[in-house]
């Protein structure tokens, strides 16, 4: 009964979280040597976690499971972006006429939405069916995007964070903005933002006695 589920159960697994202790521990079983599937999972697992370089490109197991919804992955070149299908196996790649270099794409919950700066205002487009469908456009200027939860946050050079909440219905769907919320904030010169659990953390570049340093707002 093992043999029959144990495969399964490491292809939904999310490795990453686990030990290198733990895999090694696995990886010498007998019932896990007898399946080659398992153990090349379980290989792929250990070089990667002792590598420690998450900062490049992860093995397509160490981000999606088979009980994943994840559907792409965008690679922004210029005005190029390349996608990634889990589902169908393959890359596809697709101009967005009109973006600039400076456009930036973000992936919110397996979703791929792209910002794009019209004169003075922000144009918000989301990947459907192969094409770019715009949602909205803003009023103000980008300096920082984050995808946090169901919504996107955007900073401006205005000291205005704009929170667009993204309905969460079927990812195959075209999904629609629920509502957009407008925050002031004092953080003059935002350099990062990072989404950690519930909680969202600024960078923010500062000068103190000729010492440059960092602070960070949550």
Not at 28 to 45: D, G
Not at 104 to 125: P, S, Y
Not at 144 to 153: A, C, M, T
Not at 164 to 175: G, Y
Request: charged residues 20%; aromatic residues 10%; positive net charge.
């Amino acid at each position: 009964m093992r043999a029959l589920h144990l495969h399964k159960l490491i292809k939904s697994s999310r490795y990453l979280l686990a030990s290198e202790d733990c895999i090694k521990n696995l990886l010498t079983k007998t019932i896990t040597q007898k399946n080659t599937q398992i153990s090349n999972v379980l290989l792929e697992a250990l070089a990667f976690k002792s590598s420690s370089k998450f900062n490049g490109f992860w093995p397509k197991a160490a981000i999606h499971r088979d009980g994943s919804t994840l559907e792409h992955v965008g690679v922004m070149c210029g005005t190029l972006i390349g996608m990634y299908s889990f589902k169908k196996d393959k890359w596809f790649s697709h101009l967005i006429e009109g973006l600039q270099r400076d456009a930036q794409v973000v992936n919110l919950n397996g979703r791929l939405f792209g910002l794009k700066r019209i004169e003075d205002a922000t144009e918000m487009v989301h990947y459907f069916n192969s094409n770019w469908v715009s949602m909205l456009t803003l009023n103000v200027k980008i300096h920082l995007v984050l995808p946090h939860d169901k919504s996107i946050y955007i900073f401006s050079s205005e000291n205005v964070i704009t929170k667009c909440l993204i309905a969460s219905e079927v990812t195959t769907s075209e999904p629609y903005i629920l509502e957009t919320e407008h925050f002031s904030h004092t953080i003059g010169n935002a350099k990062y933002a990072m989404s950690f659990h519930n909680n969202i953390f600024v960078f923010e570049s500062v000068r103190n006695n000729r010492v440059d340093s960092t602070a960070v707002h949550s």
